[in-house]
């Protein structure tokens, strides 16, 4: 077992679907964990994830239209409500009652569209990674996006648990002197459910972009912090206070402030979505600040893709092949062995399950 | 066994190759159950077809050019005939006995140039499809297309078997009231050699084009004849007449009719080449009426294309999933089991020539 | 073992890794014998290829940069020198011993870089080909290219080694007569390290380019000579010289001369890199005669591309099946088993290494 392994799924989990948005057209169709689906809101609002494939004839859902009732398929007409049952068979009056699809718990919370990929009995909303700020942003106005990424998603944790490469990568952007990253003080620690490191650069001079967010006069204690979240979420918070505000003890004070959530949600072994949105925390005012923020973090993130993806095609091509551990992955190690733990947990009860 | 299996192909049967046009700049190269042939006239004008791999060096022929005695390949000079046989080889005088090609019957009628795929003892040029409409040209002008598809090949049958979805995948063209399909009435008989279906719309109104066609002034007899031949033809008879005139009992009375030949040829187990041609029997005298029923067909089928290619797809990632049949299946269950029956008499003659 | 067999390559040889000019540009990605390779100039000059692929975390090392110490990995910034050995990991003093790429023995000479892909320990200089005209660049000024081609290597070779086909594929460029080809008076030959022939047209009218290039004023006697070096270089030399100035005996006089290198590096079992260069030993004062002579050359070889990849394309889909063999293979076919001849000898390096 190495840290590029290729691990198994985890099934009972939630994962990000879709932003609210990406249904306002209408039908969305999304490959999930492998498994074709197609989102819709059912006539109540409700957002509802179907398997994209008709009971009928195979023909993928998406190719359909929204009816009263639910989803008609595009080839024969079957319609199935927002829970997978088939409502009406154009030609017969008697609708089998093995007739329908495949659904899955869905929930839409904080601005966010989560997915429940495993066993519908097991799906405990509580589990869900809160992210509360979406739903303030009069407080935390936010950009976000959406990346169809060539890798397996942990690719996409790594990079973001080990930010040692923002000098290599990100040299045209946020990069910055390599020794100031590498040298670092880094606090790793497993959480419940992941691992969670914070940098902090105390004393420093801070950066344009937060001089002109914040109003800094003088030096800052900076902090980075990144929470992964078992099996596919980080949850970042950047900021910094004015030196003497005794950040390390609260940083719930005014200042610079960035959150950034990271959903990295797997399409198959090797391909992923990256949903990400960035909430400022600093200049919520002026609506041409996230504008910029968004101006800012997306080249970035695209400039990770590059790299992520040339590495995917190495794995790819050997993957059983031993690699070199260095200091620097030591939270990236940690959130590995986060999601193996889950796994094997995850395997437990699918044991139990089936006994 | 379910009417979305891929079966094997019937080989001991006549595929449409190409329309004789498609020969008129010289080769053509054709893959047709999965077999690469390059098809072009010899120098008596006989269609013929080989396989396009020279025995030499293994080159495709239909990089080459036609001479005075057949097809020269185009890397070393090779000629093969008609026939496939090698009747130069550059640098040498004596030709060996096996040099050569295999070669495939063709047989041209009702302008449609026919391939045997099996064993060429077993060609029976009686067992084709025949099409004498596209012989009379004055009664019958015609329109045709060829299509390059990413299904099935009896995906495209079912297609022609199944009119309820008219209603859904033509919404923007052809497609009417959903009820009128899935109400209509349904005659289905098995044939000797496939499936026949004849659906009745009795004193209805006729559409526009049939108006403009036939100068109906009131309410008309209309019907749409399908007939499925073993394994990949259907030949469509469409029209309407006053009613009064007894359609039911004869149908060949001046009136509004159109005919339309569906060939669909297997090129993979996934994918096939639909050839279609539909004769204007209605307003003979006027060239526009051939176009505009083009113009009519032609958007119409692409629809069906898009539908049916997603439907190939799902049924790809999982082949052997059951489907859910309905009512509105009947005729194309037919014409699978009458293809199935094809295929047990097939493995018998098979089975016979191998004792 | 049929003369289109797909072999396993050679790996104790010497390959043309790229052209010189090709590094100007700092970091060239190519792929070897299957193996992704990154190549470049370590900072005394000298080329090095290294496995595109680092230690720490298998990032392509192409993604990086040059710098002082080496070429630096674009994701977390770990160094490596020209020999693959780690010198700087960011965040740690201690760099542990095996941290390090393999590396590939390179030699630049003749104005070409060539790589040994076998065991570094059997690398013998004296086995690279020599190509001493690349250096006199005052009498043998001269053109390349390099290309990309989806076949086996070894149907390049096959091309090369069986002239007749400049009848068939090339008459639009040099093809000529077919006549003229095929009855070329042929010696053949197996050397030491592969096969030779030498095609003699003795007392005929010399083409344009060769009187407008050595200013003939009768007929000559012209020959085209082709050196096959097992595993993968061709050497060509053609010409001519004045009737009655012995050329049989002597060839080394002033005339018409043309010394072509065919270099054909396999990338895969099916594409391979072709590597050219033309050089002009007749009008060398001329630098548009050079020019001239790239645009003579480079669409003839882009002809033989074309139906080459056919051949690999139908070879794909049946490999196993026999092909006829006739008179024109000779030359290829001594090439071909000069090439198993090394297969074999290399098959008992390796059982002896492994005893």
Known sequence: MDDTTIEPFVRNAWYVACWPDELDNGILARTILKEPLVLFRDPDGKASAL???????????????????????????????????????????????????????VVERNRIIWIWMGDPALADESKIVPYPWHDDTAKWPYCKEVMHIKCNYMLMIDNLMDLTHLAYVHTKTIGGNPSAHVNAKMDIERTEHGARYIRWMDETTPPPTYVKGAGFKGKVDRWQEFEYVVPSTVVQWSG?????????????????????????????ETTCIYFWSAANGYRQDDPKATVELYGEINPTFIEDVGIIEGQQARLDSDPNRALLGIRADNALSQARRAL????????????????
């Open 51 to 105: 398997e994209d494939r008709c009971c009928h004839r195979a023909a993928p859902l998406h190719y359909g239209k929204l009816v009263e009732t639910g989803i008609q398929c595009g080839y024969h007409g079957l319609v199935f409500d927002g829970s997978g049952k088939c409502v009406d068979i154009p030609g017969q009056q008697n609708i089998p009652p093995m007739a329908g699809v495949r659904s899955y718990p």
């Open 340 to 355: 193996r733990a889950e796994l094997e947990r995850e395997s437990g009860i699918t044991a139990q399950a089936a006994e």
């Open 240 to 268: 910094a206070l004015d030196v003497g505000k005794g950040a390390h003890e609260n940083r719930e004070q005014e200042g610079f402030h960035l959150r950034i959530l990271h959903a990295i949600t797997p399409v198959t």
